[in-house]
């Protein structure tokens, strides 16, 4: 989530409960019309990432690897067309966590051999977040990846919702990262129990 994404209410509410509902992780992604830049930027991540670690979140930035850098974040997330994973993980070292944004079995195998972590592969459905998304792929792609790579964390991503999610989770994802199925919702508490619900029934547990 970014600043612009939790419509009228405080983005730094809907974090915290988001985070008091049981969100794992919490990627910040600050892009867009009226996206926050320069100081105003640093303090709202440094905002975001005092909440995250009072909850013992990682907390991860979406593409800007100096503001990762610069204040300490946990990790950092990089599409194809940022810089590539290889060089990334040489500038935030071995212990910090790297996420690539993949949409095939070359591009993960890629992602693999520079030193990512895990990877976030959609969009799965159609999604409103992203002005610059693709088409929609289904979860084809999520399954050939997870055939040839099993031991690989994949993140499911793009227009997901409770009601959808278990397709997803049924295709071997290890996570789901959504932004206006939570920051929208009514009751966000709520609808973070029932993403939760759909890991169990989509992976039969």
Same mark, same amino acid.
């Given at each position: 989530? #970014? ?5 009228? =209410?405080?983005p730094?509410? @809907? ?7 049981? *969100? ?6 600050? $892009?867009?019309?009226?996206?926050? @830049? ?16 009072? %909850? ?5 930035i979406?593409?800007? *690897?100096?503001l990762?850098?610069?204040i ?5 997330? +990089?599409?194809?067309?940022? &810089? ?7 500038? *935030?070292?071995?212990? =910090? +966590? ?9 591009? !993960? ?5 520079? #030193? !990512?972590d %895990?990877?976030?592969m ?8 992203k002005t610059d998304?693709? $088409?929609?792929?289904?979860?084809? &792609?999520? *399954?050939?990846? $997870? ?5 690989l964390?994949?993140?499911?991503? #793009? ?9 997803v989770? =049924?295709?071997? +994802?290890?996570?789901?990262? +959504?932004?206006? !199925?939570? !920051? ?5 508490? =709520?609808q ?8 169990k ?5």
């Amino acid at each position: 989530m #970014g600043s612009q994404n939790s419509a009228a =209410k405080d983005p730094l509410s @809907t974090l915290e409960e988001a985070l008091e509902g049981g *969100i794992t992780h919490f990627q910040l992604r600050e $892009k867009g019309k009226g996206a926050l @830049t320069g100081t105003a930027l640093r303090d709202f991540a440094l905002r975001c990432q005092q909440l995250c670690q009072s %909850y013992s979140v990682p907390f991860i930035i979406n593409d800007d *690897i100096e503001l990762a850098w610069n204040i300490g974040a946990d990790g950092v997330h +990089v599409g194809q067309d940022d &810089e590539t994973a290889s060089q990334v993980r040489q500038l *935030i070292g071995d212990n =910090k +966590v790297l996420g690539v944004s993949v949409h095939s079995v070359d591009e !993960a195998r890629l992602a693999i051999q520079d #030193g !990512a972590d %895990y990877v976030g592969m959609g969009p799965v459905f159609g999604t409103t977040s992203k002005t610059d998304a693709k $088409k929609p792929a289904g979860v084809e &792609e999520i *399954i050939a990846v $997870k055939r040839e790579f099993p031991q690989l964390p994949i993140v499911g991503i #793009g227009g997901i919702t409770p009601e959808n999610a278990n397709q997803v989770w =049924k295709a071997g +994802v290890s996570g789901l990262a +959504v932004i206006s !199925a939570i !920051a929208n919702a009514i009751d966000i508490a =709520k609808q973070v129990e029932a993403f939760q619900l759909s890991c169990k029934e989509g992976i039969g547990r």
